[in-house]
């Protein structure tokens, strides 16, 4: 297994790879099981395969998300199979990916969801392998629901573990936003992060993030409908996968038997019209939060404000 470094290639090197006839390209994806990658090189046709590990220690934009954590070389060194001959790596960052798709012009490019943040028909990279026309292959990093079920599981119990904030313990609204900054490595939505605090007096009741529905590791497994439907930021159409943070509030809300009068809620993203129509039913009454929504503010002020609820925003 021949492994190149994209930093340290010569024009010439480049040159020399680009000539690999109808390579196939797998742009720096997520941790996947040896069986999986197995998988995914036998269903590629017999030309040969250039295998991207990400040089970041994080996918950038999903910092200390373990469930998006990168797959490194050390991984393929694992390969038994007769499909790692026909392999070479390319260790690179992901911020070089479109000047990779863009010299050495792979006839088929395969992202593996998951692998970055936001939605691929936002970034360079995706644009630029169909500025090629490169096949574009969109592939889960699971051999199965079962495998994706247990490997969210996983997870989900490490987070669980952990103690973001102390019920005891009243905190100032730029702690709170710091604690929010830090939920957001909980959702498994590589979309976006929402996230949400329930605070009354300066203590923490409960905290939320954006949950994908039905169950945490399903868009990595099946695909992000936003992707496939290629929708634009401004679309008023509902194509998340997710249980808004404001619904899972509601919910925590309602198991926890906590009481929302005299409460507010934090939010690191403004309410999405239809959340923002669901709080303004609720009795919360003030309403902190840091970014404007993609959808705009315009329909959740109205009705929040009409509904008493006291909105502020706060400039981190
Ligand atoms: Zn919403």
């Known amino acids: 297994m021949t492994t190149y470094d994209w930093n340290k290639l010569s024009d010439k090197d480049k040159k020399n790879l680009a ?43 999903l910092e200390g998300f373990l469930q998006f ?79 994706a079920k247990r490997f969210a599981k996983k997870i989900e119990a490490i987070y669980e573990a952990e103690k973001l904030y102390s019920k005891s313990k009243k905190y100032s609204d730029k702690e709170i936003f710091q604690i929010l900054e830090k939920k957001r490595r909980h959702s498994w939505d590589w979309c976006g992060q929402p996230t949400a605090a329930l605070v009354r007096n300066g203590r923490i009741l409960a905290l939320t993030h954006n949950r994908v529905m039905p169950y945490q590791a399903f868009q990595m497994h099946e695909g992000s409908i ?36 005299n409460t507010s809620l934090y939010m690191n993203i403004f309410p999405c019209p239809v959340c923002a129509k669901m709080l303004a039913r609720t009795p919360i009454k003030r309403i902190v939060y840091e970014q404007d929504h993609n959808l705009g503010n315009t329909i959740g002020y109205k009705v929040l404000e009409a509904s008493g609820v006291k909105i502020r925003r706060v400039v981190a």
């Open 19 to 61: 000539a690999l006839k109808k390579v196939t390209f797998i742009a720096g994806p997520v941790l996947m099981g040896t069986k999986r990658i197995d998988q995914i090189l036998t269903n590629l046709s017999d030309s040969a395969v250039l295998f991207g590990c990400l040089k970041d220690e994080w996918i950038p934009g």
């Open 69 to 147: 954590a990168p797959l490194k070389v050390e991984k393929l060194n694992k390969l038994k199979s007769r499909e790692a001959e026909k392999l070479a790596v390319l260790n690179h960052f992901q911020k070089d990916l479109k000047y990779i798709i863009r010299e050495l012009k792979p006839k088929i490019v395969v992202f593996i969801n998951g692998s970055w943040f936001q939605q691929i028909h936002y970034r360079k990279e995706f644009w630029e392998a169909v500025n090629i026309a490169a096949k574009i292959r969109l592939e889960t990093p699971f051999t199965s629901e079962y495998e």
């Open 226 to 261: 936003r992707e496939k439907l290629q929708v634009p930021a401004q679309e008023m159409i509902e194509t998340h996968l997710t249980n808004h943070a404001e619904v899972e509030m509601l919910e925590v809300a309602r198991r926890g038997k906590i009481r929302l009068e």
